[in-house]
C-alpha cells in the first residue's frame, strides 16, 4: 500500500474516531472564518505562550502503553513563562520551568512562523517539508479546536494530528505519526481553565520531588542561522536548522535542531573503552548511539529525537570534529 | 546456570514476561536463550509455580503445563509473522496484539506476578528455599491494571501490590549486530547504562523540544524523572 493510502485510510480513521466534522471549508464561511494553515501554525506558536490556564491533560506512547496523567500551570508573571507540569500518575513529581520571557521566540517558532522564508534567508518553507491540511473542527476538553492533518513530504520526519483550540491557540490534542500511519504518542487535553488565579497558582506548595529546568536553553529571536561551535555536522534532513548548543553539566556538548515542528538533539563527549552502540527507544523518542574517531580520540555520539531511525543514522554518520 | 548466576537483565526480562510487560526484543531473547539453556526454563518453570501458589491453584499442574510453554509461543508468533508483514518497531495495537496473543497460548498463565516485577532474585531465593507457601496471597488482577509505583521504594512487601519503578524507566534497545558469541553478557551488562543514559539525553533533549517543536512543555511528559538525581 502505498504511502499516501496509508494516510487517507489513516485519516478517515480519524474522522470515523474522534468525531471530526468533515464540513466543508466553504460550507459556512461567515459562521466559522477558516483561518488559513499559516495564521493557525502562528496563533499556535505565540498566542499560547501569553496566556495563563490551568489544565489536565493524558500522555501514551507506543512504548508505555498506561495512561498517563499530567495537570500543567502556565502563568506570566514579570514577561515571563512559568510552566510547572504535576506528573498525577505514580510516584510524585513535577517539572518546574521559569524565566522563559514571553517575547522571546526560539528557533523553531521563528521557522513556524514562516519568518526566515518571508525576508528570503531560507529557501525552504515549511509547505516544502510537510502537507498541512486543515480538517475542520472536533470539540477536545470542552473547546473548539481546529484538526490540522500534518503529512511529512519525505521519510526522515513523522507527522501530526493536531487539534488547535481556536481561541487560545493551544494544542488541545496532539498525535505523533509515523510513515505507517501508527500513532507514536497521543496527548489529548482533559480539562483546560483559562486565567485562574495566578496567585493561588503560585502559591502552589512545590513537591516534595521537584525537577527544575532551564528555560533559554536556545537563543531568542535568532536572526541568522548559525552552526555550532566546535563539531562539523555535515548533513541534516532538508529544513533542520541549528538552534543552539549547550554544555552540560556531565560534560556533554549539546547541539539543537528543529524544522518547527520537529526536533532533535546531538550529544557528544570523550570517552575511553566500549561503548553501547545501536538503537534505543523510549516511546516516541529515538536515540541513535555510535562512536567517532577523530583527531586520535574517540567520542561518544548520540542523536535524539523524534525522528525517523533512518534520518537519525544519516545524521550520525556525517558528524566528525572541526 | 543457576539464579544465582542468571544474568539479571535475563531475570528481569522473565520477570517482565511474567507480567505481560516484555517487549518483543526481550520474549524473542528469552526464547533463544531458554532453547539452549534448559536452567532457564527451569527458571521459567520455577516462577510459574511460585505464581501459581500465589494465587491459590495447583503447583503440580503449572510444573507439567510449563515446559512446552516456550515453544507454544515461538509457533504462534512465527505463525503469526508469516501472516503480518511488519517492521520491529510498531504501533501499539501491535504490541497488544502481541500480548493477548501470548497471554492466550499460555492459556491464561501469565498473569501478573506482582511480587517479582522488579525483585527477580527475591523470587527466585523464595522459591529455592520453599518459604513461598508464607507469602501473602495476591489478589489476582488483570495485567497492565496496575499504575506506577506510588514510591519508587517497593511497597510489594506490605501489599503485594504491583511495584515496578523501573518499567516506566525502560529503554528498548537494540545492539548494532556484532560478531561476538558471547554477547548476552556484553549486553546484560551495558543495559542499565544504556537505559540511564538515554533517559538522561531525553531530558535534556525535552529542554530541545518544549521551545522549537511549538508544543509548549508538554515534551516534558516524555522524561523519566529518577530518584538517583
Known amino acids: 500500500m502505498s504511502k499516501l493510502s496509508l494516510w487517507l485510510l489513516a485519516s478517515m480513521l480519524l474522522a470515523l474516531t474522534t468525531n471530526v466534522h468533515a464540513q466543508s471549508q466553504t460550507s459556512s464561511p461567515l459562521l466559522l472564518p477558516s483561518p488559513g494553515v499559516q495564521a493557525l501554525l502562528i496563533k499556535m506558536s505565540q498566542d499560547a505562550s501569553h496566556i495563563n490556564y490551568r489544565g489536565t491533560f493524558t500522555y501514551q506512547n507506543q512504548t508505555r502503553i498506561a495512561l498517563q496523567s499530567f495537570k500543567i500551570d502556565h502563568w506570566i508573571d514579570n514577561g515571563q513563562e512559568h510552566d510547572r507540569l504535576m506528573f498525577l500518575n505514580g510516584p510524585e513529581r513535577e517539572i518546574l520551568r521559569e524565566g522563559q520571557p514571553v517575547d522571546c521566540n526560539a528557533m523553531g517558532h521563528k521557522l513556524l512562523q514562516g519568518s526566515f522564508a518571508k525576508i528570503g534567508k531560507s529557501l525552504i518553507n515549511l509547505n516544502d517539508l510537510y502537507q498541512f491540511e486543515i480538517r475542520g473542527q472536533e470539540r477536545v476538553a470542552g473547546r473548539l479546536a481546529r484538526v490540522l492533518l500534518v503529512i511529512p513530504k519525505d521519510s526522515y520526519r513523522y507527522g501530526y494530528f493536531l487539534s488547535i483550540d481556536e481561541e487560545t491557540g493551544l494544542v488541545l490534542k496532539s498525535w505523533l505519526i509515523d510513515e505507517n500511519a501508527h500513532p507514536l504518542e497521543r496527548y489529548q487535553f482533559v480539562s483546560i481553565e483559562l486565567n485562574p488565579d495566578v496567585r493561588q497558582m503560585e502559591r502552589t506548595i512545590a513537591s516534595s520531588h521537584q525537577h527544575k529546568v532551564l528555560a533559554n536553553v536556545t537563543p531568542c529571536n535568532p536572526a541568522e542561522f548559525s552552526k555550532p561551535d566546535s563539531w562539523q555536522v555535515a548533513w541534516v534532513p532538508p529544513g533542520f536548522e541549528f538552534a543552539g548548543q549547550r554544555k552540560l553539566s556531565n560534560g556533554q556538548d549539546m547541539l539543537m535542531y528543529t524544522d518547527g515542528l520537529t526536533t532533535f538533539s546531538i550529544f557528544l563527549e570523550p570517552v575511553t573503552g566500549v561503548v553501547p552502540e545501536g538503537v534505543g527507544q523510549s516511546g516516541a523518542t529515538l536515540a541513535y548511539m555510535s562512536r567517532l574517531i577523530y583527531k586520535n580520540s574517540t567520542y561518544r555520539v548520540s542523536v535524539v529525537g523524534e525522528i525517523p531511525v533512518a534520518a537519525a543514522t544519516k545524521i550520525a554518520q556525517n558528524i566528525s570534529g572541526l | ?229
Open chain 2, 1 to 229: 546456570m543457576s539464579e544465582q548466576t542468571l544474568p539479571q537483565s535475563l531475570a528481569e526480562s522473565i520477570s517482565a514476561l511474567m507480567d505481560n510487560q516484555a517487549s518483543e526484543l526481550e520474549l524473542q531473547r528469552i526464547l533463544k536463550v531458554s532453547e539452549q539453556d534448559p536452567d532457564i526454563k527451569a527458571t521459567w518453570a520455577r516462577y510459574q509455580m511460585v505464581s501459581a501458589v500465589l494465587r491459590g491453584e495447583q503447583t503440580s499442574q503449572s510444573t507439567i503445563v510449563l515446559p512446552d510453554f516456550a515453544a507454544r509461543v515461538s509457533a504462534a508468533i512465527a505463525a503469526e509473522e508469516q501472516s503480518v508483514v511488519v517492521k520491529p518497531q510498531q504501533g501499539w495495537w501491535h504490541q497488544l496484539g502481541r500480548v493477548a496473543l501470548v497471554a492466550s497460548v499460555a492459556g491464561g498463565m501469565i498473569i501478573s506476578v506482582q511480587q517479582y516485577n522488579n525483585t527477580a532474585p527475591r523470587g527466585a531465593e523464595m522459591a529455592s528455599n520453599n518459604t513461598v507457601i508464607s507469602a501473602p496471597i495476591a489478589p489476582v488482577l488483570p495485567s497492565g491494571i496496575n499504575g506506577p509505583a506510588i514510591n519508587t521504594r517497593t511497597v510489594a512487601l506490605q501489599t503485594g501490590y504491583e511495584t515496578r519503578p523501573q518499567e516506566n524507566r525502560r529503554v528498548m534497545f537494540q545492539p548494532r549486530q556484532t560478531v561476538t558469541t558471547n554477547a548476552t553478557a556484553a549486553t546484560a551488562v551495558s543495559e542499565e547504562e544504556v537505559t540511564r543514559y538515554v533517559n538522561q539525553m531525553i531530558q535534556a533533549h525535552s529542554d530541545n523540544a518544549a521551545l522549537n517543536s511549538g508544543q509548549g512543555v508538554l515534551p516534558y511528559a516524555r522524561v523519566i524523572i529518577s530518584d538517583e538525581e
